[in-house]
């Protein structure tokens, strides 16, 4: 190995050859804003008054005809704007844009002092339209100027905003969009999504209550203001059970702040701010002023902040590149569209580890501020890189490991890592090389952030660190302030490293499908590493003893496989790919043990009832498990699984019970292989056998039923994955034996056995205010035995829709429910599988897809458990049942307080029985209707439970049997709905729709 320094100095002159190169290689031009801003603020009617003047110089080729202008405050004015239509899709908050939206008004342009008209567009109220007194020649400039006002929107909405008299002052001014190479980008306000903005001077004056402490873009130029911030980092932590916010002072007072070559300008103002002070020292020995501003709830845990602010711009500054500026500052407050945010020299947190949160943001300052790249079009190029360097900073500064966890490690953050692999095994994960607002809100995070680190990890760890560093610091130096897009990157790193570097930036930051590298032993010492990836891939093989990493070795970039020999005879373990720091389809192979073949050598390991995705052990999860009906009475069994919450390849659960009604047996099993396909119309596709034996009723003894599915089942790709919407198939055979107990025996029948087939398909919009769901099925029935000389057949097609309207984010209320059901084919059936109007209760669930605490029962607290099925029904109606034609309208509405889970419903159904006349023999059908209404309470929100109260005035009589028409007590009709597969465990991936 050669000695490092040589390598360090080597690489130094390397950078030194090259830079000068890259430097005289760029070529292109950008625009110029400067900004003279003087602004008022309002604190009892939450207002700013301001006026703006924009010295906007034209560096392009072009002659401009006219100009975007950025008014990003009236992305809060209504519901309709770019920014409410994302919250909707997101988290359904729009009720406070209508409540307490924001907006801009009182606007009137000149240029040049001649007055000029702007239009909005219609679309995006946000973005408006100037069109020139006369086209800007290239290299002239024009003034332009207009007061404004802004009505401030509420701080819970995304970044602009006050929280009673706190002020988080962002995105406020009227400003110029970017024009460039590739034209104008007037690009509406969003909060998944971030900006792009010219360089330029701002010189701003803010007038405000005298008692509000101002954190700011910029340096500070009112000594007073000055001297006041001196002070208060001297005051004590005021006591939080007992302070109280200061009234705002009758006098004001202007503060003014300065700064060149920044694209924005922040500030946040608050009585409550305590303040602290550090200063971080760079390299070339030049001070840095590092400030926090608390709120005094959090100023106890941010004692360090300051500190923490100091260690973010040493660390960067080392790495990359000494900050520029002079003064850099973290404010605690609140950020709706996120933990953090970030403007140029200070940023504001708001929930989350304070420590990481406030050295990701303060990060942001290389990449977001000085190389200040189209974060709307390229997100990776700030987010994806900043999220390896704040792991990079934990790694190297605060002991930080990467220890082995029950979850895949990527990066340290389980739940992030957990997310990941849950997106990957359902083959929902999007390229990290995309625009934001292509992204769904989960990918968002995974993608950018998550993947995108991890995937610059993995390249630091092939090219090494001072190579890294080496390329990293040439693209800061040679692409500072010119609004750098991913080929400048490329080009940088290639030319530094001398390496062609496609598989990283066409192959990681661009595919969708994810890599798979494997490994195997063949003879004594023949390692064996296939690349499955489309792209060639260098691969790092680590030799493991116990539990420490002796040596690795890395192979250049290759596709398909490379074989190498090795002395394995020192190591227990040889390994791809160390602890996941390249996001994979499937670790389960990258492992293998000298002493056997593939996975053979895998230990396993049991957790109780738990099991956890880990790939150098296959952890299972064993318990005791209690369960209860009313036919087999209490049982008691082992349950046996490997179901995790991140799907697995192959996943089973075994579930033997030992029944005392009398000693018997009863069982559950399930199996389940899942396809990934890379290319293909499906996300993916699980094959899968299901197992189960219960009592369905008691006569002189517990009657079993066995019960045999297999099915198909599989989720389309999204085409939009931004857009909350899912579609799939599902195709099941059922085979169903069941015990009568000499029930049929007049009629030869000893046991009844039928089979069932399924074809359904399904589509969802689970949008947080308006979701959707609308499912089909085809469903062909047969039975073995004989009934009237023939084997009895049914082909039965329905549909069911359900469209909710909800209030607010808190998802209540009303849902509209509409079945159909219609029989192509029937003959009568012992197991009665005709369309039902009240939903299934365990007589009608004749497909066993549902548990029951009473399958057979109709009376009592067992017979009145049903499933919200076909006609849906809330009360029993035993004669409400068709052989030919039914259908249904349900409604709930559910009173629109927060935490009262209580609520009306009305039913409406309609249906068609056959009737045969006496004389003539004509068979024809005969229409009712019926209609239901009553109250609700929701025992467990998301439809697993709810009990409903019917209000017998507004049930039809026809409903009841003539002697059952609420002559029983009443509490005999009250049902409740139980629908155990939702509260089963082992389901929640699959009611996983998207994760926040």
């Known amino acids: 190995?050669?000695?490092?320094?040589?390598?360090?100095?080597?690489?130094?002159?390397?950078?030194?050859?090259?830079?000068?190169?890259?430097?005289?290689?760029?070529?292109?031009?950008?625009?110029?804003?400067?900004?003279?801003?003087?602004?008022?603020?309002?604190?009892?009617?939450?207002?700013?008054?301001?006026?703006?003047?924009?010295?906007?110089?034209?560096?392009?080729?072009?002659?401009?005809?006219?100009?975007?202008?950025?008014?990003?405050?009236?992305?809060?004015?209504?519901?309709?704007?770019?920014?409410?239509?994302?919250?909707?899709?997101?988290?359904?908050n729009t009720h406070l844009f209508q409540r307490d939206g924001g907006f801009i008004d009182s606007l009137s342009f000149t240029v040049d002092g001649t007055a000029v008209s702007y239009t909005e567009w219609e679309k995006n109220p946000d973005v408006a339209y100037i069109r020139l007194p006369q086209p800007l020649a290239p290299g002239g400039k024009i003034s332009l100027h207009t007061p404004f006002r802004v009505d401030l929107p509420d701080g819970e909405i995304s970044r602009l905003g006050h929280l009673r008299q706190a002020y988080m002052i962002t995105q406020w001014y009227p400003k110029p969009a970017v024009y460039d190479q590739n034209g104008w980008h007037p690009m509406p306000y969003l909060s998944q999504g971030e900006f792009y903005s010219d360089f330029g001077s701002f010189d701003v004056e803010i007038t405000l209550p005298a008692n509000y402490v101002v954190g700011a873009t910029g340096e500070l130029q009112t000594q007073s203001e000055i001297s006041f911030l001196q002070k208060k980092l001297t005051e004590a932590i005021p006591n939080a059970d007992s302070y109280q916010t200061p009234a705002s002072a009758a006098e004001t007072k202007t503060i003014r702040y300065t700064q060149d070559r920044v694209h924005d300008f922040a500030w946040f103002a608050d009585k409550d701010f305590v303040v602290r002070a550090d200063t971080a020292v760079l390299q070339s020995g030049r001070e840095v002023y590092c400030y926090s501003m608390a709120t005094v709830q959090n100023a106890g845990s941010w004692r360090r902040a300051a500190s923490w602010v100091k260690k973010g711009v040493e660390y960067y500054s080392k790495r990359i590149g000494e900050y520029p500026y002079n003064y850099c500052t973290a404010v605690d407050g609140t950020i709706a569209a996120g933990g953090g945010m970030e403007y140029p020299m200070i940023t504001i947190i708001g929930d989350g580890d304070e420590e990481r949160t406030i050295i990701h943001e303060v990060g942001h300052n290389w990449f977001y501020g000085i190389l200040a790249s189209d974060e709307r079009t390229y997100p990776w190029l700030d987010e994806g890189i900043n999220t390896y360097y704040e792991d990079a900073c934990f790694r190297d500064m605060s002991a930080y490991s990467r220890k082995r966890t029950p979850f895949i490690d990527l990066g340290g953050d389980l739940m992030e890592a957990a997310g990941s692999e849950f997106i990957a095994r359902n083959n929902r994960q999007q390229s990290p090389g995309l625009p934001a607002v292509d992204y769904s809100a989960l990918n968002y995070g995974l993608e950018v952030y998550t993947h995108t680190g991890n995937n610059f990890h993995y390249l630091e760890m092939y090219l090494g660190r001072a190579l890294f560093d080496s390329c990293m610091q040439a693209y800061y130096m040679t692409r500072a302030f010119r609004h750098p897009g991913p080929m400048d990157i490329r080009n940088v790193f290639e030319e530094v490293s001398a390496k062609d570097l496609g598989w990283f930036f066409d192959g990681l930051m661009k595919e969708r499908i994810l890599p798979d590298l494997s490994l195997r032993i063949e003879g004594k010492n023949t390692l064996v590493v296939k690349n499955t990836y489309i792209h060639p891939l260098p691969v790092e093989i680590s030799f493991i003893k116990g539990k420490t990493r002796t040596r690795s070795m890395w192979l250049e970039p290759f596709s398909g496989e490379q074989t190498l020999q090795a002395d394995l005879s020192d190591c227990d373990w040889i390994e791809v790919n160390y602890r996941g720091a390249l996001r994979e389809k499937d670790r389960s192979n990258n492992y293998v043990k000298p002493s056997g073949a593939g996975r053979n050598g895998i230990p396993a390991g049991v957790l109780p009832y738990i099991s956890l995705p880990v790939y150098d052990k296959m952890y299972m999860g064993l318990g005791p498990i209690y369960a209860w009906n009313n036919y087999n009475k209490s049982m008691i069994g082992l349950l046996l699984h490997n179901k995790p919450l991140v799907p697995r390849k192959h996943e089973f659960l075994v579930l033997p019970l030992i029944s005392f009604n009398p000693i018997g047996f009863a069982a559950l099993g399930d199996y389940r292989y899942r396809l990934v396909p890379d290319r293909s119309r499906l996300a993916f596709m699980d094959l899968g056998v299901n197992f189960r034996r219960f009592a369905w009723d008691f006569t002189e003894k517990a009657q079993n039923y066995n019960r045999v599915e297999v099915r198909a089942e599989g989720e389309f790709k999204r085409n939009k994955p931004a857009v909350p919407k899912r579609s799939g198939m599902q195709v099941r055979y059922m085979f169903i034996n069941k015990q009568t107990g000499g029930l049929y025996a007049h009629l030869g029948i000893r046991d009844i056995n039928y089979e069932v087939g399924e074809v359904s398909y399904w589509y969802e919009h689970y949008n947080r205010r308006f979701p959707f769901y609308v499912k089909t099925a085809l469903e062909y029935k047969h039975d073995f035995y004989r009934l009237n000389g023939r084997k009895p057949t049914t082909l039965k097609l329905w549909a069911e829709a359900t469209q909710k309207i909800n209030y607010v984010r808190n998802r209540k209320g009303l849902e509209i429910r509409a079945f159909a059901g219609v029989f192509l084919m029937h003959s009568n059936t012992l197991v009665n599988n005709n369309l039902q109007l009240n939903g299934w209760s365990g007589p009608n669930d004749y497909l066993l897809d549902h548990f029951y605490f009473g399958r057979s029962d109709t009376r009592g607290f067992t017979g009145n458990q049903f499933v919200e099925r076909e006609g849906n029904f809330k009360i029993y109606a035993p004669g409400g049942q068709s052989g030919r034609f039914l259908t249904s309208l349900n409604l709930k509405l559910d009173f629109p307080v927060q935490w009262v889970p209580i609520g009306v419903y009305a039913d409406f159904g309609l249906h068609a029985v056959k009737v045969t006349d006496a004389g003539t023999g004509t068979v024809s059908n005969q229409w009712s209707g019926f209609y239901n209404a009553g109250l609700y309470v929701n025992v467990i929100p998301g439809g697993a439970c709810s009990i409903y109260f019917p209000v017998p005035q507004t049930t039809s009589k026809n409903l009841m049997f003539a002697n059952n028409d609420f002559k029983n007590p009443y509490w005999s009709y009250v049902r409740f709905s139980l629908n155990l597969m939702k509260l089963n465990p082992f389901k929640f991936k699959e009611w996983v729709r998207e994760l926040k």
Not at 30 to 55: A, F, M, N, P
Not at 57 to 85: C, F, G, V
């Open 1 to 92: 190995m050669k000695d490092i320094n040589c390598l360090k100095g080597g690489l130094i002159a390397m950078a030194a050859f090259f830079i000068p190169a890259l430097l005289s290689a760029q070529a292109g031009w950008q625009q110029r804003s400067d900004y003279t801003i003087k602004v008022r603020l309002d604190d009892v009617r939450h207002r700013l008054h301001g006026e703006v003047r924009i010295e906007y110089y034209n560096n392009s080729p072009d002659a401009l005809q006219e100009m975007y202008i950025h008014l990003w405050p009236n992305a809060y004015s209504n519901t309709r704007t770019a920014l409410a239509k994302q919250e909707l899709e997101h988290s359904g």
